[in-house]
Structures are given as C-alpha cells and as structure tokens.
C-alpha cells in the first residue's frame, strides 16, 4: 500500500506527481472547504489527509513534513471532541469568534518558542530534517493554526497564511510539486474562508470564553 502511494502518477511540467502528495492534498482542500462551511467532517478529512501525506513526506526524506503530518492527526482526534462539545452547546452550530488580545499573545509566544525549541532539536540531530528552521516553522505553525481552528477562532486562517509562506517555495524546491500547487489554491479558500467567519462573528457573538488558549 505504502510503496503504491509513494510511486509516480504522472508529470506535470517537468514535475514528477506521485500519488500519495495528489491523494493527500486532494482530501486536505476537501477538508479546508468543510472547515469553512463548519462542517464537524473536517476534522476527520484532514485525520486521513495527514495519513496520506505522512508517506508523501516520508518518500521526499522531509521529517518536519511527517512530523507535521502525525501532528495533524493528533489535533484532529482533538479538533473533533473540541468541535463535538460546541455543537452540543449550542444546539448544532460552531460558533466562530476573534481571540482576545491574552489568547493571540499565548499563539504568537508559543508558536515562536514552539519553533526556537524544534529549530533547535533539528539543527542538534540532522537525522531528523534536513532543512530545520523551516521544517520546525512548518510544524508548529501548524499546530497553532489547527488549535486555534478548534477554538473557533477566526485568527486560524491568518495562521495558514503565514505557514503557506513558507511551506509553498519548500514543498516544490523539495519536489512535492502538486502540494505546492495545492498550497495556491489553499490560499485563494483561506482568503474566502477568513472572509465567511470574519462576517460570522458579528452573528455568533456572544460571551467570550474566560482565560487563555490552553
């Protein structure tokens, strides 16, 4: 199974595609637009989408990548109870909402240390990535874009944006040609989806959870 997704599917300006990166990313646009709309099934698409994509990673020899990947995974068992116990409170619908001014500064100061603290364990151990600030930005930009996500907070979409900055020019330097491309149309549904909660939070708003993000 692993060896047949890691094998070529076909070539695309000079691009080898292999169908574990088409597959992946495929299911990770599906999940993005479920995300948009709220649906609770994102979180299940983006679990399957990370499985894929683990292999994708695995056979460009890009760690961060499937350590991003397993980390995708694992938010997304926890986006869904997350998800769940909202649906539950408010009678069916996700609320969305802005982080307070203490939550982004508990994103922005953790995922900065976050990366400093993987950067590090990278540059220590090459094993583990051969292009370790990147791939350590990319792993835990991600896990702060899925929490926030899980929150309801529409400052998970700015998140994506920053990771796509960085994670476009490496996913075709690093010949993952179709995720680089996928990381384009991503951009245009973050555009549109941050648009949908910003205008949604004028709907939803209501109390604003006490504390941090934790």
């Avoid at 397993?70 to 769940?84: C, K, R, S, Y």
């Amino acid at each position: 199974m692993g060896h047949w997704l890691s094998s070529h599917a076909f070539t695309v300006f000079g691009q080898h595609i292999i169908w574990s990166d088409l597959i992946g990313n495929a299911i990770g646009l599906i999940a993005l637009a479920l995300g948009w709309r709220r649906s609770i099934w994102t979180w299940p698409a983006q679990l399957l989408s990370g499985l894929i994509l683990v292999v994708a990673y695995a056979s460009a020899e890009l760690t961060g990548g499937v350590g991003k990947q397993l980390l995708v995974i694992g938010i997304a068992v926890w986006g869904w109870t997350q998800w769940q116990r909202g649906r539950r409170t408010t009678g069916g619908e996700i609320p969305v909402r802005f982080a307070t001014w203490r939550e982004r500064g508990v994103l922005a100061a953790g995922t900065a240390a976050g990366t400093l603290a993987v950067g590090a364990l990278f540059t220590a151990v090459p094993e583990l990535s051969w292009n370790p600030w990147p791939d350590a930005y990319l792993f835990v930009g991600t896990l702060a874009a899925m929490v926030a996500q899980a929150r309801g907070l529409v400052e998970f979409w700015f998140a994506w944006i920053l990771v796509d900055l960085v994670g476009v020019p490496l996913a075709f330097s690093s010949g993952l040609a179709f995720s680089g491309l996928v990381y384009v149309v991503y951009f245009v549904l973050v555009l549109w989806g941050m648009r949908d909660w910003w205008l949604r939070t004028r709907s939803d708003a209501g109390p604003v959870p006490e504390g941090a993000l934790l």
